[in-house]
T-cell receptor, first 114, second 112 residues
């Protein structure tokens, strides 16, 4: 596609529920990144994929968070037993070759846990 | 532990004048720095970057200055235009690492 696509754009869920957030990177981009942006803060790194494998998942806050990229294209961020503190905008980005020289972000998914 | 800090939450500049956005960092391992611009309801857009081997990089109206000894960088926009009104984030990475560490952002408003 022309840009990084994230769905849904907005998600409201109840505390304790499971959610999945989807990211479609730019076609041909091998690297994919997930970030989380809380209100009034800058984006915070969660995980980075090179191809199908998670090359760096040091930013995942706890084991309730998990991400996959089974075919090296679309990625899904999964959050179990959601908490109100998980409310944030979840941003996905991709780059053609894994360089961080200005990768392209999607518009994000705004997750609200009530 | 905020490794990248943007101490000014907001900045207001008159159209046509220079906008200067500042960023400080604490991690001496950072060797690559970027600026992103973000409009409401959109993802951040890459603006300009600089490697630690340089002290200045220029791209059109945008110039980034890096002062390694002070662990400080700044973004200069001249002349400022109404379309520059947005939130600006600085970001840094270390040793070729893919993850970026972002500052909190500065909201720039350009007044006509």
């Amino acid at each position: 596609g022309a840009g990084v696509s994230q769905t849904p754009s907005n998600k409201v869920t109840e505390k304790g529920k499971y959610v999945e957030l989807r990211c479609d990177p730019i076609s041909g981009h091998t690297a994919l990144y997930w970030y989380r942006q809380s209100l009034g803060q800058g984006p915070e790194f969660l995980i980075y994929f090179q191809g199908t494998g998670a090359a760096d998942d040091s930013g995942l806050p706890n084991d309730r968070f998990f991400a996959v990229r089974p075919e090296g294209s679309v990625s899904t961020l999964k959050i179990q037993r959601t908490e109100r503190g998980d409310s944030a905008v979840y941003l996905c980005a991709s780059s053609p070759d894994g360089s961080n020289y200005g990768y392209t972000f999607g518009s994000g998914t705004r997750l609200t846990v009530v | 532990d905020q490794q990248v800090k943007q101490n000014s939450p907001s900045l207001s500049v008159q159209e046509g004048r220079i906008s200067i956005l500042n960023c400080d960092y604490t991690n001496s391992m950072f060797d690559y720095f970027l600026w992103y611009k973000k409009y409401p309801a959109e993802g951040p857009t890459f603006l300009i970057s600089i490697s630690s081997i340089k002290d200045k990089n220029e791209d059109g109206r945008f110039t980034v200055f890096l002062n390694k000894s002070a662990k400080h960088l700044s973004l200069h926009i001249v002349p400022s235009q109404p379309g520059d009104s947005a939130v600006y984030f600085c970001a840094a990475s270390a040793g070729g690492a893919q993850k970026l560490v972002f500052g909190q952002g500065t909201r720039l408003t350009i007044n006509p």
